[in-house]
Protein backbone atom coordinates (compact mmCIF):
# COMPACT_ATOMS: atom_id res chain seq x y z
CA UNK A 1 0.00 0.00 0.00
CA UNK A 2 0.92 3.50 -1.39
CA UNK A 3 1.62 5.66 1.86
CA UNK A 4 0.41 9.07 1.74
CA UNK A 5 2.99 11.92 1.27
CA UNK A 6 3.73 14.81 4.04
CA UNK A 7 2.81 18.15 3.77
CA UNK A 8 6.70 18.86 3.56
CA UNK A 9 6.96 16.97 0.49
CA UNK A 10 4.00 18.50 -0.87
CA UNK A 11 4.52 21.83 0.00
CA UNK A 12 7.93 21.29 -1.45
CA UNK A 13 6.50 19.72 -4.90
CA UNK A 14 3.98 23.04 -5.42
CA UNK A 15 7.24 24.89 -4.49
CA UNK A 16 9.55 22.83 -7.26
CA UNK A 17 6.74 23.48 -9.59
CA UNK A 18 6.58 27.28 -9.02
CA UNK A 19 10.14 27.30 -10.06
CA UNK A 20 10.03 25.71 -13.05
CA UNK A 21 7.51 27.25 -14.34
CA UNK A 22 9.52 30.64 -13.07
CA UNK A 23 12.38 29.17 -15.16
CA UNK A 24 10.15 28.89 -18.53
CA UNK A 25 8.69 32.22 -18.06
CA UNK A 26 12.21 33.53 -17.41
CA UNK A 27 13.45 31.36 -20.84
CA UNK A 28 10.79 32.79 -22.77
CA UNK A 29 9.34 29.91 -23.73
CA UNK A 30 5.57 28.41 -24.05
CA UNK A 31 4.73 25.05 -22.05
CA UNK A 32 4.61 23.04 -25.59
CA UNK A 33 7.79 24.45 -26.39
CA UNK A 34 9.31 22.90 -23.17
CA UNK A 35 6.95 19.87 -23.60
CA UNK A 36 8.77 19.31 -27.48
CA UNK A 37 11.98 20.23 -25.13
CA UNK A 38 11.96 17.37 -22.79
CA UNK A 39 9.76 15.06 -25.23
CA UNK A 40 6.61 15.06 -22.81
CA UNK A 41 3.21 16.19 -23.39
CA UNK A 42 2.31 19.87 -22.62
CA UNK A 43 -0.38 18.46 -19.94
CA UNK A 44 2.42 16.76 -18.46
CA UNK A 45 4.45 19.92 -17.98
CA UNK A 46 1.67 21.58 -16.20
CA UNK A 47 1.12 18.65 -13.50
CA UNK A 48 4.64 19.58 -12.90
CA UNK A 49 4.32 23.12 -12.73
CA UNK A 50 1.55 22.74 -10.45
CA UNK A 51 3.42 20.71 -8.13
CA UNK A 52 2.32 17.32 -8.91
CA UNK A 53 4.63 14.96 -6.80
CA UNK A 54 2.90 12.10 -9.02
CA UNK A 55 4.99 13.32 -12.17
CA UNK A 56 7.78 10.99 -12.94
CA UNK A 57 11.59 11.15 -11.94
CA UNK A 58 12.44 11.13 -15.27
CA UNK A 59 10.45 13.96 -16.57
CA UNK A 60 11.41 16.05 -13.91
CA UNK A 61 15.19 15.25 -15.04
CA UNK A 62 14.08 15.78 -18.88
CA UNK A 63 12.70 19.30 -17.92
CA UNK A 64 16.04 20.39 -15.82
CA UNK A 65 18.27 19.05 -18.72
CA UNK A 66 15.78 21.45 -21.15
CA UNK A 67 16.35 24.22 -18.91
CA UNK A 68 20.68 23.15 -18.78
CA UNK A 69 20.26 22.40 -15.05
CA UNK A 70 20.40 19.66 -14.96
CA UNK A 71 23.89 19.17 -13.56
CA UNK A 72 23.06 21.96 -11.11
CA UNK A 73 20.60 20.00 -9.81
CA UNK A 74 22.80 16.29 -9.81
CA UNK A 75 25.72 18.43 -7.64
CA UNK A 76 23.05 19.66 -5.36
CA UNK A 77 22.55 15.89 -4.66
CA UNK A 78 25.86 15.10 -3.78
CA UNK A 79 26.49 13.75 -0.68
CA UNK A 80 30.24 15.11 -1.06
CA UNK A 81 29.42 18.52 -1.63
CA UNK A 82 28.70 19.86 2.01
CA UNK A 83 29.55 19.62 5.60
CA UNK A 84 27.93 16.95 6.49
CA UNK A 85 28.44 14.38 4.03
CA UNK A 86 32.68 15.46 3.48
CA UNK A 87 32.38 15.17 8.16
CA UNK A 88 30.92 11.37 7.11
CA UNK A 89 33.39 10.94 3.98
CA UNK A 90 36.22 10.42 6.62
CA UNK A 91 34.24 7.21 8.23
CA UNK A 92 34.66 4.32 5.75
CA UNK A 93 31.22 3.53 4.03
CA UNK A 94 29.96 -0.13 4.25
CA UNK A 95 29.74 -1.75 1.21
CA UNK A 96 26.31 -2.85 1.56
CA UNK A 97 23.89 -1.86 4.21
CA UNK A 98 21.61 -4.32 5.38
CA UNK A 99 18.37 -3.80 7.26
CA UNK A 100 17.69 -4.76 10.60
CA UNK A 101 15.49 -8.07 10.91
Keep these: MKRPLSMKVKLSAKQ ?7 WRRLSGIT ?5 DKAAVSRDTISRLEHGDPSVSLGTFLSVLRAY ?4 DVVD ?23 SPR
Excluded: H
Excluded at 16 to 22: A, F, N, V
Design 16 to 22: IGEQLST
Design 31 to 35: SEELA
Design 68 to 71: SILD
Design 76 to 98: ATDPYQNDYGQARADQLLPQRVR
